[in-house]
Structure formats: C-alpha cells, structure tokens
C-alpha cells in the first residue's frame, strides 16, 4: 500500500507540472496590464519534497531513511466592478519510512477556502465565505507500537460558512469577521460529534454556531524569502470563552527556479480534539514548479 500511494502521488505530481500551458481559456492576463477587473486569474503551484539518506557497509550505525512530502495551493480568483470571488484549495500529504520499519503518515490536510465579497465602496466589504477541512486519507496515532486510526477523509470533517465583513484594501493583508454555521460530519469516528447530554445514541452530525474570524498575511522577508501566514478563530455562542485556534505559517526560501527551502509551523486548539494545544513544524528542501 504504501508503495502503491507514493507511486500514484509521483504520477500525480509529474502530471501537473507537465500541465504547464493552461489553455487559452485559463490563460494569465498579460502581466503588462494592471487593470485585472472582470478578468478569472488562475494559480497552481505544486511541490514535491524529499529526504533520504542509505548506508551499506556502515559501521557507526544509522538506518535507512526515505520521507517525501506532496503539496498543492490552487487558486482561481475574480475581481469584478461590484464582486469579488476568491478560491483556494490546499493540500498536503506525506510519508517517511525508517529502516525496515512501517511507513508512517507525517502530513495529510486539505483546505478549501471561497469568500464571495461585495464592493460597496466601504472601509470594509460584506462577504459570505465557506470553509471545509478534512484530512486526504486515513490518520493514525504512533502513540503505540501498533498504529491506531483516528481519522479519515471527512471523517471528521469540518464545513463553515460565515457571513461579515471583509477588509482587503493592502496587498498584503486581508481580514474578516462574521457570525458564522460550523457542521462537523463524521461517520466511525464519533466522538468529534458525540453530544454528552444524550445517552441513547451517538450522533454522527454536528451544527454549532458562533463567530469566525480569518486574518491572511504575506511578508516578503528578504529578496528569496516569503512569509505566508493565516490565523483562523471560531468560538461558539454558547461559550464565547473558548476558542478554536488554527494557524499555519511557511516560510519559503527560493534557491531557484524549482528548488525551495520550506519551513512550516502549524498551532491548532481544538477542544473537541484534544485538550492539549497540538503543533506541528517542518523544514524540506524539495522541487516547487509554478504550472500557471
């Protein structure tokens, strides 16, 4: 199995780079002309990163060692005179495997984010968004010595959608606010949607609402250096004290055209998760292609 996945995420990653052209109707605006309004620009970067490291004959000891990881930000957005629309779908997944030892999974996150905003020519602009996060395939804990399943695709998953205001005046920076409807579906594993207060069943759905609020950010660091980070909250109204935290920060450092230096840092709390805030970092150097 774990063969099998690394071979289709490789055909997976070569197919998408070799989509270089888009096609004349996917095409990029001229970077000539400023004026993009009424104009679909779409935007796909794909990486693949590895590290790997294999003895023979080695007498002071090591194992071998193979961890690749496989990454897509897809976006495909529209400005027009009156609205606005921005889609953006990111995913990662990933693998390592130590010696003669069992592959583990090391990432597995999809992100799908639209906010539809309308221009009223204000300081700040309503918008209505919609949000889903789930994992790309089934997540263990290593806890153990055997693996335990804890996750799956939408198993549990998160939808929300929200309904505010949008500021997007910098470049550089966008933030919203709004009254927000978060569902969380799951099907085994239930206990992300469980309500204590009934003991005759255990439910498999959960609507919650409250307030959300997502802040984005780009800082260009140094000449080859950028600074992506994203703060998500949401808290529900029957106890505005506590809070869902979900940050994701990379920093990428272009060696080339094709190779970057990537560090991720990711801080969720999620009390339906865990209790305990849960963060996870990285740092792959790997092949990053712009297909448009």
Known sequence: MYKLSTVVLLILFAALTACAYPGPQAAKPDSAHADTVGVWIPTM????????????????????????????????????????????????????????????????????????????????????????????????????????????????????????????????????LGLAAQEVFTNRYRQYTDNPSTTDKVEAFKLETGLESVTQAKLQVADNMLLTTGLRLFTRFNDLKVWDVRWDNLIAAKVNSFINVNFTYQLVYQKDQSLRTQMKEGLQMGLTYTVF
């Open 45 to 176: 970067v794909t990486a693949l990163n590895l590290s790997q490291i294999a003895f023979s004959n080695w007498t002071q000891g090591g194992s071998n060692a193979l961890a690749w990881t496989v990454t897509a930000n897809v976006g495909y957005n529209y400005k027009g005179k009156t609205w606005g629309l921005v889609n953006h779908l990111r995913a990662s997944y990933g693998r390592s495997k130590l010696g003669s030892q069992g592959a583990i999974t090391t990432d597995n996150d999809l992100l799908l984010e639209d906010v539809l905003t309308y221009n009223v020519g204000w300081a700040t602009n309503p918008f209505f968004s919609n949000t889903v996060i789930t994992t790309i395939a089934e997540g263990y804990s290593y806890a153990s010595t055997v693996p335990v399943p804890i996750a799956n695709f939408f198993d549990p998953g998160y939808v929300t959608q929200s309904l505010g205001f949008n500021y997007d005046k910098l470049s550089n920076l966008t933030t919203r």
